[in-house]
């Protein structure tokens, strides 16, 4: 690792702390008021509907959604502070790599980026090696990511954001279209990220059986958050077997409540 | 601006680029086919030749690197590299100033080739240093991938970017001199062309083809042709933001 001074963040403080987050999109408030913490070295899951304002959270959270307002700490900083850039590993939705480079062209050019220069030439070689063993694509490291399946491409996207041993992972849906194989595969690489290297990674999914494989879940619907807690609790509270039967009470219930809140209809006077 | 990501950028454009070989061969051939035919169609007046050859010789990759410039900074747009880029520690100037680097090495094979097959092969007569025809040209395409910068902001689409091609390059192509003096033209077309680049860019390369030396006119064309590109860079970087919508 470079030898510079980052500053720690404590083991007891969480890795992202939101109160009042609201986000704008046209004329569409897309995030409403969130207030939650992810805490640190832990798989913390978001997990809604498509369209519920995953992605929004994930892009204001590492810096690149314009329009938001409240406050989001991300490592002991506000979203976006360029003292962050280096510390933060994002994937997108869709696999953000060149098609027309091969897969180490890829990682050879952001990891440039990341370490630039000759002095840094050799942690730049391992870096790429050791992300390239991490997403198990070391023997397709010479074919043009255009060339490559979906599945390997959204792992080269991947392998990317690990490129700068990031202390916050944030993946968009990074397991959408993969087989079961890879999927397991994947998540396996996830727990091994937080437990070896500290990694605290907010991985959002719009499907619920990934939820039972986090530490700890944000449940989001229509740009609110319906429950921040573990997969157990959430379980426990709701009598549920699963964190989708928990899911599927908490948006009945909050159903329920709106239909109740609202006023009755009144007739019109003729 | 940190010059090992500059040049890391540089490399990697370029890098892009010899895995489409196709558009390599297009962008440096077909200007050295366009010149070799514009020689033959003026076969009986070769003083034309002269003149609008020399012009064109400026234009070529002002107009190649508008349309690759453009359509590079929309694909990075588009395939998210941009915003990955935007979430590193990469400054807006490094990756323009990558971009505009690789591209003017480009334009520097595209311009050398093409120079030489219309003095060598083509008998153009140019009276300055065949030198001085490829600086011009080089501030040309200079200014081509900064102006290609600057409305790629506005494409949302390849569809788009290809049309401001006729919108942004052709009004400057019928004002620049190229087919008539601009002294010639309505006074408030000529007041027009007086604030457009490529003006400029003809106007260097017509003194390269009457002086042995570089002029004053000479020095001032191209002066601001060079600020013209700095200006267009300028501005492209101020409409790449990290925070979108």
Same mark, same amino acid.
């Given at each position: 690792?470079?030898?510079?001074?980052?500053?720690?963040?404590?083991?007891?403080?969480?890795?992202?702390?939101?109160?009042?987050?609201?986000?704008?999109?046209?004329?569409?408030?897309?995030?409403? @008021?969130? @207030?939650?913490?992810?805490?640190?070295?832990?798989?913390?899951?978001?997990l809604g509907?498509?369209?519920?304002?995953?992605?929004?959270?994930?892009?204001?959270?590492?810096?690149?959604?314009?329009?938001?307002?409240?406050?989001?700490?991300?490592?002991?900083?506000?979203?976006?502070?360029?003292?962050?850039?280096?510390?933060?590993?994002?994937?997108?939705?869709?696999?953000?790599?060149?098609?027309?480079?091969?897969?180490?062209?890829?990682?050879?050019?952001?990891?440039?980026?990341?370490?630039?220069?000759?002095?840094?030439?050799?942690?730049?070689?391992? !870096?790429?090696?050791?992300?390239?063993?991490?997403?198990?694509?070391?023997?397709?490291?010479?074919?043009?990511?255009?060339?490559?399946?979906?599945?390997?491409? /959204?792992?080269?996207?991947?392998?990317?954001?690990?490129?700068?041993?990031?202390?916050?992972?944030?993946?968009?849906?990074?397991?959408?279209?993969?087989?079961?194989?890879?999927?397991?595969?994947?998540?396996?690489?996830?727990?091994?990220? !937080?437990? %070896? *290297?500290?990694?605290?990674?907010?991985?959002? /999914?719009?499907?619920m059986?990934?939820?039972? *494989?986090?530490?700890?879940l944000l449940l989001m619907r229509?740009?609110r958050l319906l429950a921040d807690d573990?997969?157990?609790?959430l379980r426990?509270d709701h009598g549920a077997?699963?964190v989708e039967a928990a899911f599927l009470h908490l948006v009945d219930t909050a159903n329920t409540q709106?239909?109740?809140?609202?006023?009755?209809?009144?007739?019109?006077?003729? | 601006?940190?010059?090992?990501?500059?040049?890391?950028?540089?490399?990697?454009?370029? *890098?892009?680029?010899?895995?489409? $070989?196709?558009?390599?061969?297009?962008?440096?051939?077909?200007?050295?086919?366009?010149?070799?035919?514009?020689?033959?169609?003026?076969?009986?007046?070769?003083?034309?030749?002269?003149?609008?050859? !020399?012009?064109?010789?400026?234009?070529?990759?002002?107009?190649?690197?508008?349309?690759?410039?453009?359509?590079?900074?929309?694909?990075?747009?588009? /395939? @998210?590299?941009?915003?990955?880029?935007?979430?590193?520690?990469?400054?807006?100037?490094?990756?323009?100033?990558?971009?505009?680097?690789?591209?003017?090495?480009?334009?520097?094979?595209?311009?050398?080739?093409?120079?030489?097959?219309?003095?060598?092969?083509?008998?153009?007569?140019?009276?300055?240093?065949?030198?001085?025809?490829?600086?011009?040209?080089?501030?040309?395409?200079?200014?081509?991938?900064?102006?290609?910068?600057?409305?790629?902001?506005?494409?949302?689409?390849?569809?788009?970017?290809?049309?401001?091609?006729?919108?942004?390059?052709? $009004?400057?192509?019928?004002?620049?001199?190229?087919?008539?003096?601009?002294? *010639?033209?309505?006074?408030?077309?000529?007041?027009? /062309? %007086?604030?457009?680049?490529?003006?400029?860019?003809?106007?260097?390369?017509?003194?390269?083809?009457?002086?042995?030396?570089?002029?004053?006119?000479?020095?001032?064309?191209?002066?601001?042709?060079?600020?013209?590109?700095?200006?267009?860079?300028?501005? @492209?970087?101020?409409?790449?933001?990290?925070?979108?919508?």
């Amino acid at each position: 690792m470079m030898n510079k001074t980052r500053p720690a963040v404590p083991a007891t403080g969480p890795a992202i702390q939101a109160k009042a987050l609201t986000a704008v999109r046209g004329t569409r408030t897309v995030l409403r @008021g969130l @207030g939650f913490s992810v805490p640190p070295g832990r798989i913390t899951g978001l997990l809604g509907p498509s369209g519920c304002g995953k992605s929004t959270l994930l892009r204001a959270i590492v810096g690149t959604q314009a329009r938001t307002t409240g406050t989001l700490t991300v490592l002991g900083r506000p979203a976006g502070h360029p003292a962050l850039r280096d510390r933060i590993g994002y994937v997108t939705q869709a696999p953000s790599v060149y098609d027309d480079l091969t897969v180490r062209q890829n990682l050879d050019y952001f990891a440039a980026v990341l370490h630039p220069g000759r002095a840094h030439r050799a942690t730049r070689a391992t !870096a790429v090696d050791r992300a390239l063993a991490d997403v198990d694509l070391s023997d397709r490291a010479d074919a043009l990511a255009g060339n490559l399946s979906g599945g390997q491409r /959204s792992r080269v996207s991947l392998a990317v954001a690990l490129l700068g041993t990031p202390e916050l992972l944030v993946l968009d849906e990074p397991t959408v279209g993969l087989d079961p194989v890879l999927r397991r595969d994947l998540w396996d690489l996830f727990h091994r990220l !937080a437990a %070896d *290297r500290g990694t605290t990674i907010l991985v959002s /999914s719009h499907v619920m059986d990934e939820a039972e *494989r986090c530490h700890r879940l944000l449940l989001m619907r229509d740009g609110r958050l319906l429950a921040d807690d573990t997969p157990e609790n959430l379980r426990r509270d709701h009598g549920a077997p699963t964190v989708e039967a928990a899911f599927l009470h908490l948006v009945d219930t909050a159903n329920t409540q709106a239909t109740a809140a609202a006023p009755a209809p009144v007739q019109e006077p003729r | 601006m940190n010059t090992a990501r500059t040049l890391a950028t540089a490399a990697r454009v370029l *890098r892009q680029l010899t895995h489409d $070989p196709r558009t390599i061969a297009l962008m440096l051939l077909v200007p050295v086919v366009l010149i070799t035919l514009l020689r033959f169609v003026f076969d009986g007046s070769p003083a034309v030749f002269d003149a609008t050859g !020399a012009s064109l010789l400026g234009i070529f990759p002002l107009v190649t690197m508008f349309l690759v410039t453009s359509i590079a900074t929309l694909r990075e747009r588009t /395939s @998210g590299t941009l915003e990955r880029l935007f979430t590193m520690p990469i400054g807006k100037g490094d990756l323009i100033a990558g971009y505009a680097l690789a591209f003017a090495a480009l334009a520097a094979v595209q311009a050398a080739l093409a120079t030489a097959t219309a003095l060598w092969l083509l008998d153009l007569t140019v009276t300055g240093s065949p030198w001085l025809l490829l600086l011009v040209a080089l501030l040309d395409a200079l200014l081509g991938t900064a102006l290609g910068l600057f409305v790629s902001a506005f494409a949302a689409s390849e569809f788009q970017a290809v049309q401001f091609m006729p919108a942004v390059i052709f $009004p400057q192509l019928l004002l620049c001199g190229l087919f008539t003096p601009r002294d *010639r033209m309505h006074p408030a077309l000529e007041a027009v /062309s %007086d604030v457009l680049p490529m003006s400029y860019a003809v106007d260097g390369m017509n003194e390269v083809l009457r002086h042995t030396d570089a002029t004053a006119d000479f020095l001032r064309d191209v002066l601001i042709v060079a600020g013209c590109a700095l200006l267009g860079l300028a501005l @492209g970087a101020a409409t790449l933001r990290r925070r979108t919508p």
